[in-house]
């Protein structure tokens, strides 16, 4: 395998998620500033981010967007951030938030978090919960924190949790 920084090689998304962790103010903010420098089209950073901690009304109004499986686990994140995106070309747009996303990710690998992201939630529920101008276009929830227990999932999940993580090899991946 080639040489790949260690943010790359050890980021993962978990499951399980340490119920008892928080953020502190400066990780939320750090994550956010990481995603703030990710690139952007003509510089528009179309990217629009709802952070919800634990318990707090944003973070309730996430968590019940989200389908009742992915609840389960998500309910344990410190942090739930939705990721939208604006402007005209929403494709365009969507790609950059993809970018500030990725930053945030790896940024929170750097603090010693972790981020798992959901783009299976109800848009236009969370849309309405979080009063969002109707030019704003939630596409991700990530769930941010620490590592929890993973034998406190339910079989299934845990079994993907605690299995060897599997890439395709590039070969797999080149067009040509």
């Given at each position: 395998?080639?040489?790949?920084t260690?943010?790359?090689?050890?980021?993962w998304?978990?499951?399980?998620?340490?119920p008892?962790?928080?953020?502190?103010?400066?990780?939320?903010?750090?994550?956010?500033?990481?995603?703030?420098?990710?690139?952007?089209?003509?510089?528009?950073?179309?990217?629009?981010?709802?952070?919800?901690?634990?318990?707090?009304?944003?973070?309730?109004?996430?968590?019940?967007?989200?389908?009742?499986?992915?609840?389960?686990?998500?309910?344990?994140?410190a942090?739930?951030?939705?990721?939208?995106?604006?402007?005209?070309?929403?494709?365009r747009?969507?790609?950059?938030?993809?970018?500030?996303?990725?930053?945030?990710?790896?940024?929170?690998?750097?603090?010693?978090l972790?981020?798992?992201q959901?783009?299976?939630?109800?848009?236009?529920?969370l849309?309405?919960?979080?009063?969002?101008?109707?030019?704003?276009?939630?596409?991700?929830?990530?769930?941010?924190?620490?590592?929890?227990?993973?034998?406190?999932?339910?079989?299934?999940?845990r079994?993907?949790?605690?299995?060897?993580?599997?890439?395709?090899?590039?070969?797999?991946?080149?067009?040509?």
């Amino acid at each position: 395998m080639a040489d790949l920084t260690p943010l790359l090689a050890y980021r993962w998304s978990p499951w399980a998620f340490d119920p008892s962790a928080e953020l502190t103010p400066d990780e939320a903010a750090s994550l956010l500033e990481a995603a703030r420098w990710a690139p952007s089209a003509e510089n528009r950073q179309p990217w629009r981010f709802a952070v919800g901690h634990r318990e707090d009304e944003t973070w309730k109004r996430i968590l019940i967007s989200l389908p009742g499986s992915d609840q389960g686990w998500a309910r344990h994140a410190a942090t739930l951030v939705v990721g939208a995106h604006t402007g005209g070309d929403a494709e365009r747009a969507a790609y950059d938030l993809g970018q500030a996303i990725a930053h945030l990710t790896l940024q929170a690998t750097a603090l010693g978090l972790h981020v798992r992201q959901l783009t299976r939630f109800d848009q236009a529920s969370l849309a309405t919960e979080l009063d969002l101008p109707g030019d704003v276009r939630p596409l991700v929830v990530a769930a941010v924190g620490r590592l929890g227990d993973p034998f406190a999932l339910p079989p299934d999940l845990r079994a993907r949790e605690i299995g060897l993580r599997r890439r395709r090899p590039v070969a797999d991946l080149l067009l040509a």
